[in-house]
């Protein structure tokens, strides 16, 4: 059979690079950072990384990960309810449960397998799950898994919000699932008025912190710091992959009743192994620094600030954003990989993003800033922009 399918999976590779839509992978060869070197030898600043505060390269998780190496091994070789659960495990979900104000934590390999394993063990086929239209993909891919009632509303639609809510009253246990941050366009979800409807709907609400946390609020508390509903929110799913030192890892922290079920009846966290020692170690660290200083996320917000203000200034269409995301609209797929390419050529490392990723006919470069760049470095991304927003005629 393999012949046959090989031949479909040929002609699929052909039509998308016929698209000029073929992803291809960029090799770094430095640790992540704002200035990195790609295989070919070439130096770029990299405004596509999750790193917002720039802590994927910083000296001392390094060398909280090496202790940990030498005092408790390379990994733990199966499940936590089976090998048993390392003590750095315990202490880093005692951090998050402290830095986010919530009664416990669990500790996953990713936040997608966070999201991927809180619905199905928590509800069932007399539930309701009220989902953001353009929530993430693993977000989606856990709801699928369960088998509640599933509604939709509109991204950031309050009045749909509470259609959606009416409708599902007939459920016994309804959840209102968000991003904090919506990945590709960078605003952060109005958790402040879901709370509100959740309260007068007799709901809960769960919060995707991967891309608020560390950047939204003034300490980077996340979406329940902006909107001071610190504790209130029932469940927040997050990772240590993008602010929290950009390696590997996820969580879900909240209602400790809510955590102790997920630890019986997950799947991904009964079946998978539980993170490396290295990588909780650099977690503890990362969340020490965090609670001793503010200074990472003053300079991120100035960095953003200065960045779409620039932007803004040269002419860009650039999508309201509360976040460190900017989304640099071009609305054309290929016109997107043309600019991308052309801005590594200038020394800026960016991808373009197009459907299905994003909506058709709604293409953009998502621009990442990170409390590691120097205005210097920012200032140089604007001028290239510049010069190839006007070189393709994106700029007037």
Not at 35 to 52: H, M, P, Q, R, T
Not at 250 to 279: C, D
């Amino acid at each position: 059979m393999y012949k046959n399918y090989q031949a479909y999976l040929k002609k699929e590779l052909s039509d998308i690079k016929k698209a000029g839509l073929y992803k291809n992978e960029s090799v770094i060869v430095t640790p992540q950072r704002a200035a990195i070197k790609i295989d070919s030898g070439k130096e770029v600043l990299n405004f596509c990384a999750n790193n917002y505060l720039g802590l994927s390269d910083n000296p001392r998780l390094i060398k909280a990960a090496k202790k940990a190496l030498d005092t408790r091994g390379y990994g733990m070789s199966s499940v936590r309810f089976i090998c048993g659960t390392g003590d750095l495990q315990k202490e880093l979900e005692k951090k998050i449960s402290e830095f986010f104000g919530t009664e416990d934590t669990i500790l996953y390999t990713s936040c997608f397998d966070a999201n991927g394993g809180v619905f199905e063990p928590l509800f069932g086929e007399q539930d309701a799950i009220i989902s953001d239209a353009l929530n993430h993909a693993s977000i989606i891919d856990g709801v699928r898994l369960c088998k509640a009632v599933r509604y939709r509303y509109a991204n950031g639609d309050m009045k749909d919000l509470e259609e959606q809510l009416k409708k599902a009253k007939k459920q016994r246990y309804r959840i209102i699932v968000t991003d904090g941050v919506f990945s590709m366009d960078g605003n952060v979800a109005p958790v402040d008025k879901i709370y509100a409807l959740a309260q007068k709907y007799d709901a809960m609400v769960m919060v995707d912190e991967s891309h608020s946390a560390g950047v939204v609020g003034k300490t980077g508390r996340g979406t329940t710091e902006l909107y001071k509903l610190r504790g209130k929110v029932e469940i927040l799913t997050g990772t240590l992959g993008k602010s929290f030192g950009g390696a590997v890892g996820g969580f879900t922290t909240g209602k400790k009743e809510i955590i102790a079920l997920l630890r019986q009846r997950s799947r991904p966290y009964l079946f998978s192994n539980s993170i490396p020692p290295m990588v909780a170690a650099a977690g503890i660290e990362m969340f020490n620094m965090m609670s001793r200083t503010n200074k990472l996320q003053d300079k991120l917000h100035s960095n953003t600030e200065y960045f779409v203000s620039k932007m803004k200034a040269a002419g860009f269409d650039i999508k309201p954003t509360q976040s460190a995301i900017c989304a640099v609209m071009l609305y054309d797929a290929r016109l997107s990989q043309k600019m991308a390419a052309k801005l590594l050529q200038e020394g800026i490392y960016v991808v373009g993003f197009y459907y299905p990723v994003v909506p058709k006919d709604l293409a953009r470069i998502r621009v990442q800033v990170s409390a590691g760049h120097s205005k210097a470095q920012l200032d140089k991304a604007i001028a290239a922009f510049t010069k190839i927003g006007r070189e393709l005629k994106v700029l007037k």
